[in-house]
T-cell receptor
Framework: NAGVTQTPKFQVLKTGQSMTLQCAQD?????MYWYRQDPGMGLRLIYY???????DKGEVPNGYNVSRLNKREFSLRLESAAPSQTSVYFC????????????FGSGTRLTVV | GENVEQHPSTLSVQEGDSAVIKCTYS??????FPWYKQELGKGPQLIID?????GEKKDQRIAVTLNKTAKHFSLHITETQPEDSAVYFC????????????FGSGTQLTVLP
C-alpha cells in the first residue's frame, strides 16, 4: 500500500536547467496537488488537478507547468530553474466528492544553484 | 481567498505537559479543518480533523476545538511525549469545487525530556 510516491527524493539543478518531478498515487483518488514548502511559509499550492483531464493554478504557479497524465499520475515541470525555486516539493492526493484529508508523498528536495 | 494564521511558530514543553497550538481562518464558509504532523524528512501526515458542525473532537491524547463564531480552532496535545516533537500544520478548506486546503505556517513543537 504505497500511497503517494514521489521521485526523485533529491535533486540539484543548475540555473536554467529543466526537470520534471513525478508523482503517482494508488488510492484511486480523483484530485491531486503540488505544494512547495519553504521555511516559515508553510505549504503553498502550486497547481492542482481536481480530476483527470483538468489542471488549475494555485497560489504560486509562476515558473511551473503540470500534466495530469492519467488518474494515477501528476507531474510538475520546471522549464528553466531559478534559485528561487529551491524548496521541498510535496505531491498530495484526495477524494474529490467528500471532505477528507490529503495524503502526502515524502517530498522532493530541490536545490537550484 | 482563504487565509490561515497559526501561532506560535515554536513551542517547547516539558514531557508530560500539555501543548496548545492555535489557528484562525478568514473564510467563514470554510467547513473542514485538518491538522497535520510532519516529522523530519517526511511529508505531512493527517492526525485529526474537525468539521464545522462539531465543536470538539478527541482522539486519545489529541483534541481539536472549533469556534466558528470567532473563526478559530486549536490543537491540544496532553501528556506530551518526545515522539510528539515535530512540525504541526493547521489547514482549512477553501469552499469551492476543488476543495483546496490552505495551510498555516506551521508550529515546531519540541518536547523536552
Amino acid at each position: 500500500n504505497a500511497g503517494v510516491t514521489q521521485t526523485p527524493k533529491f535533486q540539484v539543478l543548475k540555473t536554467g536547467q529543466s526537470m520534471t518531478l513525478q508523482c503517482a498515487q494508488d488510492m484511486n483518488h480523483n484530485s491531486m496537488y503540488w505544494y512547495r514548502q519553504d521555511p516559515g511559509m508553510g505549504l503553498r499550492l502550486i497547481y492542482y488537478s481536481a480530476s483527470e483531464g483538468t489542471t488549475d493554478k494555485g497560489e504560486v504557479p509562476n515558473g511551473y507547468n503540470v500534466s495530469r497524465l492519467n488518474k494515477r499520475e501528476f507531474s510538475l515541470r520546471l522549464e528553466s530553474a531559478a534559485p528561487s525555486q529551491t524548496s521541498v516539493y510535496f505531491c498530495a492526493s484526495s477524494e474529490y466528492d467528500r471532505e477528507n484529508g490529503y495524503t502526502f508523498g515524502s517530498g522532493t528536495r530541490l536545490t537550484v544553484v | 481567498g482563504e487565509n490561515v494564521e497559526q501561532h506560535p511558530s515554536t513551542l517547547s514543553v516539558q514531557e508530560g505537559d500539555s501543548a496548545v497550538i492555535k489557528c484562525t481562518y478568514s473564510d467563514s464558509a470554510s467547513n473542514y479543518f485538518p491538522w497535520y504532523k510532519q516529522e523530519l524528512g517526511k511529508g505531512p501526515q493527517l492526525i485529526i480533523d474537525i468539521r464545522s458542525n462539531v465543536g470538539e473532537k478527541k482522539d486519545q491524547r489529541i483534541a481539536v476545538t472549533l469556534n466558528k463564531t470567532a473563526k478559530h480552532f486549536s490543537l491540544h496535545i496532553t501528556e506530551t511525549q518526545p515522539e510528539d516533537s515535530a512540525v504541526y500544520f493547521c489547514a482549512a478548506i477553501l469552499s469551492g469545487s476543488a476543495r483546496q486546503l490552505t495551510f498555516g505556517s506551521g508550529t515546531q513543537l519540541t518536547v523536552l525530556p
